[in-house]
């Protein structure tokens, strides 16, 4: 790790700034229309998800496996594989909604990790 990292909301003020600067190598544009409740998904837990995937490098029609399907990561996760070709099985622990959303979301198949109720 970094000796000099100054992570804000840490060790550095900021973080929920209504202005700050930022190296725009580093910084995305969300276009005019877009709110905020719709962007902020994809700009952290999105990011995450999508990155991992694209380092799989796995070719479209992979079968992919989701751990925590249903979780802030998880269930974007099941979205960007999606729409980049894969096959999806979903692992969680679901109840009856879980499941239903997770379907939903284009899960091809799920592995419920809570066992027999």
Do not use: W
Not at 27 to 45: H, N, Q, R, T
Not at 49 to 59: C, G, Q, V
Not at 93 to 99: M, N, P
């Amino acid at each position: 790790m970094c000796e000099n990292q100054k992570q804000t909301g840490f060790v550095q003020d900021g973080s929920f700034a209504e202005y700050f600067i930022a190296d725009e190598r580093f910084a995305a544009k969300i276009p005019s229309g877009v709110s905020d409740a719709e962007a902020a998904p994809v700009l952290c837990a999105g990011v995450t998800s999508y990155k991992a995937l694209r380092m799989a490098n796995a070719p479209a029609g992979a079968r992919i496996v989701i751990a925590g399907a249903c979780g802030g990561l998880g269930h974007l996760a099941i979205q960007y594989a999606k729409a980049m070709g894969y096959e999806v099985i979903a692992l969680d622990v679901f109840d009856e909604a879980k499941e239903v959303m997770t379907k939903e979301l284009g899960a091809d198949f799920i592995i419920n990790l809570g066992g027999e109720k």
